[in-house]
């Protein structure tokens, strides 16, 4: 497969845009494009996403005329911080990807739970992978593990065992890595924690290449969303914003769909 090259370009994300339901049924209709006033200017690159030499089953799947994602994690997965439910991140990542793959149909189901750390979402994948055959795993990973000061140890431990379940289940993974924090934060809970979700998020790039899983550097993106209101990030300093939720469906797919053809 031949890979677009990384590039920058800048998208203006619309408000109300990308409104597929979250964890839709396969037969449920799709609601109509609502167009707003733009709310943020999202820098686009196909190089924040690796594939590792994964994917192969989600290209597979594209060719057959369907992808089917399981998404897993915590809050920044379930969307909270969102305005409404269809503007968090995975109901976003649905309409982006389709947008990009012309005649594929793509449905996101929404596994997420806020507060979750690796352990927890790794004691859960089995039961959620029974609910019905998958090709791709999203697993949104690290940041509750650094903010609750676990050992990486421990993280990677939880880490494997998940890997485990997802091996027998024979799916293909994108990982996720952690969120960029406000610098200027003024929860002493956040202040000086980028540096421990940085080598976090590069823990996870190591297990990729490791793994053979495709890995989506968030943390490193959102080092580029100066442009976008508060840097994508609500009010609490923690959970994303409208804004931040869009720029992170759209680099998501940007980097992905081109992987998957």
Not at 144 to 152: A, F, I, K, T, W
Not at 246 to 260: D, I, K, S, Y
């Amino acid at each position: 497969m031949k890979l677009v090259a990384p590039m920058l370009a800048a998208v203006a994300l619309t408000a109300g845009s990308a409104l597929p339901l979250s964890a839709r049924a396969q037969d449920a209709p799709r609601p109509a494009i609502v167009t707003g006033a733009p709310i943020a200017v999202c820098p686009l690159s196909t190089g924040f996403v690796a594939d590792n030499g994964g994917l192969t089953r989600s290209r597979a799947a594209v060719r057959a005329g369907a992808l089917r994602i399981l998404a897993v994690g915590s809050s920044s997965i379930e969307g909270i911080g969102a305005s409404r439910r269809e503007l968090g991140f995975a109901p976003q990542l649905e309409l982006a990807l389709e947008r990009r793959m012309p005649g594929v149909d793509v449905t996101v189901f929404n596994r997420g739970i806020g507060g979750e750390t690796a352990r927890e979402t790794a004691d859960r994948l089995e039961r959620e992978l029974a609910a019905g055959r998958v090709d791709l795993v999203i697993w949104q990973l690290g940041t509750n593990d650094v903010l609750r000061d676990r050992l990486v140890d421990d993280v990677f431990a939880d880490f494997h065992r998940g890997e485990a379940v997802l091996q027998a289940a024979d799916v293909d993974v994108l990982l996720i890595d952690p969120q960029r924090l406000p610098e200027n934060t003024t929860n002493a809970s956040f202040r000086g924690r980028n540096p421990a979700l940085g080598d976090m998020a590069r823990r996870i790039s190591e297990e990729g290449r490791r793994g053979r899983y495709a890995v989506l550097r968030r943390f490193d993106a959102m080092a580029d969303w100066g442009g976008l209101e508060r840097g994508g990030v609500g009010p609490d300093d923690l959970h994303l914003n409208d804004a931040g939720y869009a720029c992170w469906a759209e680099v998501t797919a940007e980097g992905l769909a081109p992987r998957l053809r």
